[in-house]
């Protein structure tokens, strides 16, 4: 059960949340989040204008970016899901594995990968690479969080994506903690 708690420290309120005995403190609002993917929308927008780009969510952690995403892409387009899983626990295993694979041609198409997160890239370089080898015109890549310090491979810095944050544990807007927390509108970091 979730429990949230409203701290003042002098003049500053800060919004904590309290699950599965850790505590969390709120790091993006809601309205901040609408914001940058209104931004990141918009460049999109711009730099696909006059054409058809399919974009692909990567789920489950992408999908409340993506849905939020689409509702301001103005252009004609396609998405379609793929599920991918790299980890067990906190540990990447170093391989990538598909669970829901891609169901849709990419041949000669513009392909926006739309993932909530980029940490290490481990998955993303597996996956762009595959896409490429498929035929994709184009490959580019949306993730509404990035973490440079984290990335191990540079091909996969997001051409757009909505905040650079540092390395830690968080929660919210489609990020999970054991499978929950993905129904919080902002996002929370482990304090």
């Known amino acids: 059960m979730w429990r949230f708690l409203i701290i003042e420290f002098q003049t500053h309120f800060s919004l904590m949340l309290e699950y599965e005995g850790l505590c969390f403190e709120e790091s993006i609002s809601a309205a901040k989040i609408e914001q940058e993917v209104t931004r990141v929308a918009n460049e999109i927008n711009a730099d696909y204008a006059g054409r058809e780009p399919l974009f692909v969510c990567v789920l489950n952690g992408a999908f409340m970016y993506a849905s939020d995403l689409m509702k301001h892409i103005s252009l004609p387009c396609e998405i379609t899901f793929v599920r991918m899983k790299s980890y067990e626990g906190t540990e990447t295993t170093g391989k990538v594995n598909m669970l ?66 540092p390395p830690a544990f968080i929660i919210g807007y489609g990020l999970d903690l054991n499978e929950k927390a993905r129904n919080l509108a902002s996002i929370y970091t482990k304090v």
């Open 100 to 165: 829901i694979p891609l169901q849709v041609d990419v041949k000669d198409r513009d392909v926006i990968v739309i993932e909530d997160i980029v940490d290490t890239g481990i998955t993303m370089h597996a996956f762009m690479n595959e896409l490429r080898e498929m035929g994709a015109k184009s490959v580019a890549l949306t993730s509404f969080l990035y973490k440079p310090e984290s990335l191990r491979y540079e091909d996969v810095k997001p051409q757009y994506y909505g905040l650079a944050i």
